[in-house]
């Protein structure tokens, strides 16, 4: 298994930024976990997804209606992710670790798999970010080219162009093929998959199981074949879009760097953790708070990587704290003022990418 290590000799300044960080939740005399804010924003988000749901099932709605409301269900379900799903499987919603494994699992209503998504977001994306070989957010190769060191093949010329279709099947590919590529493998792309427990193989059948029921043979009694799936591509393309975009928006732009490991080798970068952590991530609009409720916070990215135990609506005020570390020690703080200019910073990125290489890194004997 490909491995890389970071050199921690000279951390100093995580360790000043954390004691800060400290300093400010004690001073303030407020808990690093959700509050009120979260809370009230999880019960509007889970009223307008269930309420969207019963209007498709029970309602004498027309198909244009249908089309709108699969919009709003969509759209609902991406911010559930990104706010209750996010914080509760970081272990950040809430100080009760029963209320964050529960609502952690509103990724499986969403049809994914929540034991694969913590190691394979919590531990191998937040520990070895952008590097290849290892991080799973950016093994989408050959379908699209992520950073310099994956094999280019032709198609990739036109792949900023196909990128938004890509992308707004990728909940349906996650939900129908990874999750049990995983299962099945018992690998999370190069690293060995932890071992699941009778309870982790019962909870991941019952609910794969249960959002067929409830996002398939339910609709589909209700509205026939072709009505459900036109409404189902349109609730994922939605869905997919939102969340893909998001993400992609943290770590796959103009001012972020990648690191590239083999298989089989152990990789030094004379790098602290956290300082590869600010070169591999960037955040977007950080002053448009409709964007940061949406996206729960997701649009602090850097934060969110130096501090994942910290639930996301601190992340605007930690955020100061940050920035000002960053000036102090000469450490890049990466960010776009606003989310359009992050997402055509993406799509120059991937465009760039798709150009054929002068040299294919792929062939190039190993030293």
């Known amino acids: 298994m490909a491995k890389i290590t970071f050199?921690?000799?000279n951390n100093d300044f995580y360790q000043s930024l954390k004691a800060s960080v400290e300093s400010y939740f004690i001073e303030n005399k407020i808990k690093k976990t959700g509050d009120?804010?979260?809370f009230t924003k999880t019960i509007a988000l889970v009223i307008i997804a269930v309420t969207t749901y019963c209007l498709l099932i029970f309602a004498p709605i027309n198909n244009w209606q249908a089309i709108l409301i699969c919009l709003v269900l969509g759209s609902s379900l991406a911010s559930i992710g990104f706010n209750i799903m996010h914080d509760a499987n970081h272990g950040s919603y809430s100080t009760r670790p029963w209320l964050n494994d529960l609502l952690g699992l509103s990724l499986n209503a969403l049809g994914a798999s929540s034991f694969f998504w913590k190691q394979k977001h919590n531990i191998i994306h937040h520990t070895y970010t952008n590097v290849d070989g290892l991080d799973d957010d950016i093994a989408k190769s050959p379908i699209i080219r992520q950073c310099t060191s994956q094999k280019w093949v032709p198609a990739h010329k036109?792949?900023?162009?196909y990128l938004l279709p890509v992308y707004s099947l990728s909940t349906i590919f996650w939900?129908?093929?990874?999750d049990f590529k995983k299962y099945f493998s018992g690998k999370i792309y190069t690293t060995d998959a932890w071992?699941?427990?009778?309870k982790n193989r019962i909870v991941f059948w019952v609910t794969k199981l249960l959002y067929v029921v409830?996002?398939?043979v339910v609709p589909i009694l209700v509205w026939g074949f072709i009505s459900w799936a036109v409404g189902f591509l349109i609730l994922n393309a939605v869905m997919g879009l939102i969340l893909s975009l998001v993400f992609q928006l943290a770590h796959v732009v103009e001012n972020t760097e990648f690191e590239h490991v083999a298989l089989d080798e152990t990789k030094h970068v004379e790098t602290a953790w956290a300082e590869h952590q600010m070169k591999t991530t960037s955040n977007f609009a950080m002053n448009n708070k409709l964007i940061s409720w949406?996206?729960?916070?997701?649009?602090?990215?850097v934060e969110h990587h130096l501090f994942p135990k910290i639930s996301h609506v601190h992340y605007p005020a930690i955020s100061k704290i940050v920035m000002a570390k960053c000036a102090e020690y000469h450490v890049p703080y990466n960010y776009y003022k606003t989310m359009f200019?992050?997402?055509?910073?993406?799509?120059?990125?991937?465009?760039?990418?798709g150009k054929r290489p002068e040299i294919d890194l792929q062939q190039v004997p190993a030293a």
Do not use: C, E, P
């Open 158 to 161: 036109i792949q900023y162009l």
């Open 7 to 9: 050199s921690n000799s």
């Open 36 to 38: 009120w804010r979260l």
């Open 175 to 178: 939900i129908f093929i990874m």
């Open 341 to 353: 200019g992050a997402v055509a910073s993406h799509f120059r990125v991937m465009k760039d990418l």
């Open 294 to 301: 949406y996206v729960g916070g997701l649009n602090f990215q």
């Open 195 to 198: 071992t699941m427990t009778a």
């Open 214 to 216: 409830f996002y398939i």
